[in-house]
């Protein structure tokens, strides 16, 4: 078994997609480029959805283009449909992302589609990305809690992620959106998921609500999972899940890995500047 886990730094978007603060682009670029140097693979910085949805995220495009690419970092964008991405390919993107959710509750309520709807929805960005050469991630949100619907059976999840996966999503992000897993039902439902996914293509993605990120993380990689996403000063919420608090922060995530002995890559200074920057663009 490997030492190295991956961090997927999601701060860029998933964090600042919830500030209410009109946060200006040179800002975010600065963000960016600073995470940039932290010696992070994929960096998720751009969403190309409503802007009367998400209004915030509306500088994507200007974002991608004013930021320095270093070499061997994926920039990532989430895509809802086939016009976000157009515009992800348009702005450059590296990589996509395509959302859906396993209540139905939240399906509805952040992005206007059941879950089925949403995945037909899926299927001709999958179709554009696939001749366009860029992979796409695939997420599920409320794969234990839902702000709307209650608790999430671990069969529904591991319904959409077969179904993401046979689509083509070359990864599975798990995503505890409303932060309240716990290390029991985490465990159920990637027991589930992983009949459907190999583990080595699932990551885990745990807002922190009820600060039990770390523990949902240490029953993750106890099932296998290697890749998780956080976000770099704990940033961040959904604007459509009703008291979820930010992803697991980076640094925090970093420094739990660390000392259990696995290997992140990442520079901890950087880290510590970028965690600094993020906090300071908060409303
Ligand atoms: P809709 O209203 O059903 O769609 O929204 P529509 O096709 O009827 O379009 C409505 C309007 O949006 C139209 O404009 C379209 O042109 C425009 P209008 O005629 O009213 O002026 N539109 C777009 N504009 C820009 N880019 C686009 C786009 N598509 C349509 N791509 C839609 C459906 C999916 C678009 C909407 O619900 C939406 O944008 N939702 C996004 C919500 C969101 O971004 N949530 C946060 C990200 S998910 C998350 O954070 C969870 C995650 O972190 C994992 C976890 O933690 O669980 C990933
Ligand atoms: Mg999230």
């Known amino acids: 078994m490997t030492n190295h886990i991956e961090i997927f730094e ?12 009109n946060i200006p682009v040179s800002e975010k670029i600065a963000l960016v480029d600073c995470l940039s140097q932290a010696g992070f693979s994929r960096i998720e910085m751009a969403s190309f959805v409503s802007p009367k949805w998400v209004p915030q995220m509306a500088s994507s495009a200007e974002v991608l283009a004013g930021i320095k690419r270093a070499k061997g970092v994926s920039y990532a ?35 206007n589609a059941t879950i089925a709807e949403s995945l037909a929805r899926f299927v001709p960005v999958m179709q554009a990305a696939k001749e366009a050469g860029i992979r796409v991630r695939g997420y599920i949100s409320c794969v234990t809690d839902c702000p709307y619907d209650g608790s999430v ?29 716990t290390p029991e039902t985490v465990s159920a439902m990637l027991s589930a998921v992983s009949d459907v996914v190999p583990v080595q293509q699932m990551a885990g993605h745990f807002h922190d609500t009820a600060g039990r990120a770390l ?17 770099v000063g704990g940033l961040g919420g959904c604007p459509y899940a009703p008291g979820a608090a930010g992803n697991v922060a980076t640094e925090l995530a970093h420094d739990h890995l660390i000392k259990q002995g696995y290997d992140t890559g990442l520079n901890r200074d950087v880290l510590t500047k970028a965690a600094d920057m993020s906090r300071a663009m908060r409303g």
Do not use: W
């Open 10 to 21: 999601v701060g860029p978007r998933d964090g600042l997609q919830n500030e209410a603060r």
């Open 77 to 111: 964008a989430l895509t809802p449909n086939l016009r976000g991405f157009e515009d992800a390919l348009a702005a450059r993107a590296d990589e996509v992302a395509i959302f859906g959710s396993a209540s139905e509750g939240f399906s509805r309520a952040n992005i």
């Open 153 to 181: 059976a671990p069969a529904q999840v591991a319904h959409v992620a077969d179904q993401l996966f046979k689509m083509g999503c070359y990864e599975v992000s798990l995503g505890d959106t409303i932060g309240q897993g």
């Open 215 to 231: 523990e949902n993380i240490d029953a993750s990689i106890e099932a296998g999972v290697r890749v998780f996403d956080a976000a």
